[in-house]
């Protein structure tokens, strides 16, 4: 079985200042690991992607994340925060296991607010 | 533009009104999904389609019946709908069901039922 903790439901940074937004995963099997980002009333939108290639993985818009296997971890971070990023941020994991869809596991979201 | 195209993007119905939401890629993936999202609640996993046949059904209320006639289209029927029932209904794909790279999400359509 696999589960997602996003550790913060809201975030709050200043613009320009760093982000990160934090996820944490247990999976019985070697998962992907996913980040997508939600703007208000739009659809989800795949930031980045972990699929046992490189542990550092760089996404669009600046955003990266490092797949830390003995610390279960999967944070996103981005150097400098814009007005742009403000959304709703879903760490996702897939385990394979033949199981179909029910492989793919949401967090329940971290809420980033940037302020001016 | 994700290649995952949902219409109507907004939608306002009745309890007792029938209408259909309808999901279409031209990205070659072979499943596809409907996700119910409520304000602070979870994604809720609805339905699944694998090579056009359902997969997975998550206890999902007869009142929402999908229907997959192609691997490209995939439509979701609704009839005498609840309050409860309003929320963003997102469509998503996979090249495969194991969704190892993960799924394309349309921008969903918002459903508003009064």
């Known amino acids: 079985a696999q589960s997602v903790t996003q550790l913060d439901s809201h975030v709050s940074v200043s613009e320009g200042t760093p982000v990160l937004l934090r996820c944490n995963y247990s999976?019985?099997?070697?998962?992907?690991l996913f980040w997508y980002v939600q703007h208000p009333n739009k659809g989800l939108q795949l930031l980045l992607k972990?699929?046992?290639?490189?542990?550092l993985v760089k996404g669009i818009n600046g955003f990266e994340a490092e797949f830390k296997k003995s610390e279960t971890s999967f944070h996103l971070t981005k150097p400098s925060a814009h007005m742009s990023d403000a959304a709703e941020y879903f760490c996702v994991v897939s385990e394979y296991s033949g199981g179909g869809a029910d492989g793919l596991t949401f967090g329940k979201g971290t809420h980033l607010i940037i302020q001016p | 533009e994700t290649g995952v195209t949902q219409t109507p993007r907004h939608l306002v119905m009745g309890m007792t009104n029938k209408k259909s939401l309808k999901c279409e890629q031209h990205?070659?993936?072979?499943?596809m999904y409907w996700y119910k999202q409520s304000a602070k609640k979870p994604l809720e996993l609805m339905f699944v389609?694998?090579?056009?046949?359902?997969?997975e059904n998550n206890s999902v209320p007869s009142r929402f019946s999908p229907e997959c006639p192609n691997s490209s289209h995939l439509f979701l029927h609704l009839h005498t709908l609840q309050p409860e029932d309003s929320a963003l209904y997102l469509c998503?794909?996979?090249?495969?069901?194991?969704?190892?790279?993960?799924?394309?999400f349309g921008s969903g359509t918002r459903l508003t039922v009064v």
């Open positions: 998503a794909s996979s090249q495969d069901i194991d969704a190892w790279y993960g799924y394309t």
């Open positions: 972990y699929t046992s290639a490189a542990t």
């Open positions: 389609y694998n090579f056009k046949e359902q997969t």
């Open positions: 990205l070659g993936h072979n499943a």
């Open positions: 999976s019985s099997y070697s998962p992907s």
